[in-house]
Each structure stands twice: as C-alpha cells, then as structure tokens.
C-alpha cells in the first residue's frame, strides 16, 4: 500500500512559531542579537533596574588618561581603539560619528561595567562569553561572528573572550537609537575579575580639540 504523505504543516515548523521563539529567546536574554524587527524592537525595550548606581558596590570609573579625539590603548588584552569621523553639516561638533573598534585575545576580559544608555557590540569573528547581572542574577551566553549584542541601559556586564574576536561598541538611546556620549560605572563584582590592565594611549593625527568620554572601564 503507498504511504500517505504527512500534511506540510506537519513536517515542517511554522514559521509564527519560530519567530515567536527567537522574540522569547531575546526577552528571557537567551539571545542579545535576535533577527527581525520585531525582536529588535523587544531588546531596545529592555531595561535593566536604574537604581542600580545606587548599590554600594557601584561606583562612577575614575577620568581616564586617554587623548582627546581618535586615539588607539593596547595592553595584555589587545587593542582598543576609538575612530571619530568628521561631523556632518547640521550635527553637533561636540558629538561626532565615531566607532570604536576592539580586538582582544583569548583568555582576557573586558568591561565589568554599566551604563545609562544600551550597549551595541557587532562581532567580526571570534567568540567570547557575556555574563550579565538582571534581576540579581547573573546570566551567560556564548556569542561568534556575526553575532550583534545588544545590552541594556543599566545592565552590569562583563566579557570573557574565547578565542582572537574583533568587534565594535558603540552606545545609543534606546528611545531612537541615536548615539549615546560614553559613561560608566564600575561594578565591582564583575569589574573585579577584569583588574587593572597597564594601557598605552596614542592619539591619532586627525585627533580633534575636544574633549574625549572617559574611557577607563574598557
């Protein structure tokens, strides 16, 4: 006797579901780079708790030695570096384009921090682990090329880096999603496993006469 063929909805997942998956998945904090609008707009509404620099064991980053404009730190960890562009007819000279663009090696950590504003990181290649505290909890998630991270406002997070990973960071408001200036805070049970790398600063030749958002907490 032939077999009769199983209903298409019955082999294959609807698409509904999957979709709905990947919003749960970003809303839980399984995922901080989930695909389609939907579940982009489910991540920029997340917040973490705003009295969280209230805690004792928060605390703002001391001011950075860093020079004003584009400028480029290394350490053990690799190399930080901030490029600025020129702004654009219109735009606030105090507040340019930039992206800052960070390479580190495997076995290192960066940030231990939080700030006021979402987090935006774009993995090149490599991969990395990203804990962060909601809720008093702390959460991790593996993340490789391609991934895009998106942490929210007033979120501690920290970054164990697996392998060689190139990304870049850069912060928004989450209401638009427009550039955010540079601050933080310290967490200091994340930021305590960071420590205190050594760094050298070099200022870039087009470096602007501004001044530059502390940077020290990278």
């Not at 404009?69 to 606030?92: I, L, W």
């Not at 998630?141 to 697996?162: K, M, N, S």
């Amino acid at each position: 006797a032939r077999r009769r063929a199983m209903p298409a909805s019955s082999t294959r997942p609807d698409l509904r579901v999957v979709l709905a998956c990947l919003c749960l998945g970003a809303l839980v904090g399984r995922w901080s780079a989930p695909s389609g609008p939907a579940c982009e707009d489910a991540v920029f509404h997340r917040f973490g708790d705003p009295k969280v620099y209230d805690r004792v064991d928060v605390h703002p980053s001391p001011p950075s030695p860093s020079p004003r404009g584009s400028f480029s730190f290394s350490d053990a960890r690799g190399t930080y570096e901030r490029r600025e562009f020129e702004a654009m007819e219109g735009d606030d000279p105090d507040d340019p384009p930039y992206v800052n663009i960070v390479r580190t090696f495997p076995g290192h950590l960066r940030s231990g921090d939080v700030h006021p504003c979402h987090q935006v990181n774009v993995l090149a290649f490599g991969r990395a682990r990203v804990t962060t505290v909601e809720d008093g909890r702390e959460r991790t998630r593996i993340v490789a090329g391609g991934d895009r991270v998106v942490i929210p406002a007033h979120t501690p997070h920290l970054y164990e880096f697996l392998e060689d990973t190139v990304m870049t960071e850069s912060w928004v408001h989450a209401r638009d999603r427009t550039r955010c200036a540079f601050e933080a805070w310290f967490h200091a049970p994340l930021r305590d496993r960071v420590g205190d790398p050594k760094k050298t600063f070099v200022a870039n030749a087009r470096a602007r006469d501004t001044e530059t958002p502390r940077l020290t907490s990278l």
